[in-house]
């Protein structure tokens, strides 16, 4: 029993090891998130609703991994707040596509922009 | 189907596709309208902006160096008080100063004085005595920012709002969404002093990837501003109409081929207008016969600002003119010797802004004080722009290194608050104080377009099937100083 239970805590150890390694923010996903974007501008621009709220939605899932990540590196209290801010305003995205209000998708989106700007002044790496 | 009609049929297939395609030229990428049938024979046509313009021009100074607007807008008592002290730690919070000199300590320079003029009470120092005299026309942004610290790249970004080559310059995007006013004369025109093109060239008055035919026309210094704008004299008008017309039908006959082909539309466009400037361009670009009060409030009795001054002069003939967009590029007066000919002064700052504010603020203040004469400044809007700008610290002990996190720019023109002061620097001048009020190029690219009368979220272009605009996914209309 007690073999067994070291190897289940190995097993636990291992995993959570794994689910902390899994949240790092590489380039590629900085990359996906800034080519989601500019889709996401283009499809509210052409007033492309399904592929709007589908880009809308997955940067909801990125600036998830983005706000896990700041969470664990600590002593990030205003990313983690503008990570917030952004998955908020994808929401915010979703809705105004959904209710065909394209102007305030548009303005939403040029919010979250500007969000992910000022979050690049203090934690991009050259 | 024989190979007649389908070749037919794939023609006009294509032509369809092609139309399609087109409506991607209109701004915001509307439906086919009658009004655009005429946009599609001629895309320089005059178009309906979304909303009443505040301004019919733009004159875009674009400072080439990037001056420091530490020494001559921004005046920082505290910086006088800790100069020659290292930089308190508290300042360079959040920014990266990878720039090539490091952090030295806090500089002035002791030749400076400062002053505060107009009923505004703006800050000038000694080095613009002529400019501070029209302190009351000027919209000050003393909380401008941008992205990266060498020359090309910033350069590029502050004219197309973007730090790789291929995207439109704010002027492209105006000819673009406007149309020409004067159909005799480029709506885009870049005008420069020196004698050497602007660094970094012409990417920064490109159309990217809009059709060619909105990219900025470069006028060169000096009496022939436009290249082989003559006829030769042995060659009559009849003559030249002639192979001008025949030209015409054989370029007609590719464009019916390749409809989609932009470079030959341009081309097509630009020799019916070169042959059309050949009547207005030379006069709207001759100063001789302009008053001698007249060339020397615009400072052409002084060698220093002589070069600057018939840039500017013509500048302002231009926007008579219904020119849209004078982009003008700073470059060094003739005859001064300097290894650095733009406002570049990692050292040495003293002289070299000594120089180059003299160039620049005897033409800048005539220019403010014609226009307004001429009630032409209501509807045209100055703008004095740079890369960036430079450090509160000394480089090489007689310089500035650059700095892209807070600089001055400023406006003055038709649908702004005239003698205002929106955003500032911190207590030293290094970084903009209150980051909700930063303004990046973006947001002046937006602003300058809502004073034209275009919505930035709403000039749009498909391109490649993406639906781009000229503040790319950011810009924010600065609200505050519009009047």
């Not at chain 1, 805590?9 to 923010?25: H, I, K, N, P, Q």
């Not at chain 2, 009443?52 to 001559?72: C, E, F, M, R, Y």
């Not at chain 2, 080095?127 to 610290?149: C, E, R, V, W, Y």
């Not at chain 2, 003008?328 to 504010?357: K, T």
Request: glycine share 8%; with cysteine.
């Amino acid at each position: 029993m007690q073999r067994k239970l070291i190897a289940f805590g190995a097993m636990l150890f291992v995993s959570a090891g794994f689910a902390l390694a899994a949240v790092e923010l590489d380039t590629d996903l900085m990359q996906n998130i800034d080519d989601t974007n500019k889709s996401l501008a283009s499809n509210i621009a052409t007033r492309d609703g399904k592929a709007a709220i589908a880009d809308a939605k997955s940067m909801n899932d990125m600036f998830g991994t983005v706000e896990t990540y700041f969470v664990q590196k600590g002593d990030a209290a205003n990313a983690v707040e503008l990570t917030k801010q952004s998955r908020e305003l994808t929401l915010t995205i979703v809705n105004a596509v959904t209710a065909n209000n394209y102007d305030a998708a548009t303005d939403a989106a040029t919010t979250l922009s500007r969000t992910c700007k000022k979050c690049h002044t203090f934690y991009k790496k050259e | 189907m024989s190979i007649n009609s389908r070749r037919d049929f794939l023609l006009k297939s294509g032509l369809g596709l092609g139309a399609g395609a087109l409506t991607g030229l209109l701004p915001g990428g509307g439906l086919l309208s009658a009004a655009t049938a005429a946009e599609l024979i001629d895309p320089l046509a005059p178009k309906q902006p979304h909303f009443p313009a505040k301004i019919k021009s733009v004159i875009w100074l674009h400072q080439n160096g990037a001056p420091s607007t530490l020494d001559l807008y921004d005046y920082k008592p505290d910086l006088q008080k800790l100069a020659g002290q290292p930089v308190p730690a508290s300042f360079l919070k959040g920014i990266k100063t990878s720039t090539q000199g490091g952090v030295g300590k806090l500089y002035v320079s002791k030749e400076r004085t400062w002053k505060q003029y107009g009923e505004s009470g703006a800050w000038f120092s000694s080095l613009l005595p002529n400019m501070a005299q029209h302190a009351d026309k000027i919209t000050f942004i003393k909380s401008s920012t941008t992205i990266g610290a060498t020359h090309d790249i910033s350069i590029l970004k502050l004219n197309t709002g973007d730090l790789n080559p291929g995207r439109p310059s704010l002027g492209a995007w105006i000819s673009y969404a406007l149309g020409a006013a004067n159909p005799d004369l480029p709506p885009y025109v870049v005008l420069y002093n020196g004698d050497r093109e602007p660094q970094a060239g012409s990417v920064n008055w490109s159309s990217g990837f809009l059709p060619a035919v909105y990219q900025g026309t470069a006028f060169r210094p000096g009496d022939s501003p436009i290249l082989y704008l003559d006829r030769p004299e042995l060659r009559s008008a009849t003559q030249q109409r002639a192979s001008l017309d025949l030209l015409k039908q054989l370029n007609n006959l590719g464009a019916q081929r390749y409809p989609n082909d932009t470079e030959l539309r341009a081309r097509l466009r630009s020799y019916e207008l070169a042959d059309r400037m050949q009547v207005a361009a030379p006069a709207a670009v001759d100063i001789s016969k302009e008053s001698a009060a007249t060339k020397e409030l615009y400072g052409l009795n002084d060698k220093t600002s002589q070069s600057y001054g018939e840039v500017l002069l013509r500048a302002r003939r231009l926007v008579e003119n219904g020119v849209r967009f004078v982009q003008v590029v700073s470059g060094y007066p003739e005859g001064v010797e300097s290894e650095r000919q733009s406002w570049d002064a990692h050292s040495e700052l003293d002289q070299n802004h000594g120089v180059m504010a003299r160039m620049v603020d005897k033409p800048i203040a005539g220019l403010l004080h014609d226009l307004k004469e001429r009630g032409l400044l209501d509807t045209t809007l100055v703008v004095w722009a740079s890369e960036f700008g430079r450090t509160s610290w000394g480089e090489s002990g007689s310089g500035r290194d650059h700095n892209p996190w807070g600089y001055t720019t400023w406006m003055a023109g038709g649908g702004l608050k005239a003698g205002y002061t929106y955003g500032e620097t911190d207590e030293i001048g290094l970084q903009v104080a209150d980051k909700d009020k930063a303004v990046d190029t973006y947001d002046l690219h937006a602003t300058i377009l809502q004073l034209m009368g275009l919505d930035h979220l709403k000039t749009t272009f498909l391109n490649n099937g993406r639906s781009e605009r000229p503040t790319v996914v950011y810009g924010k209309v600065i609200k505050e100083i519009l009047a």
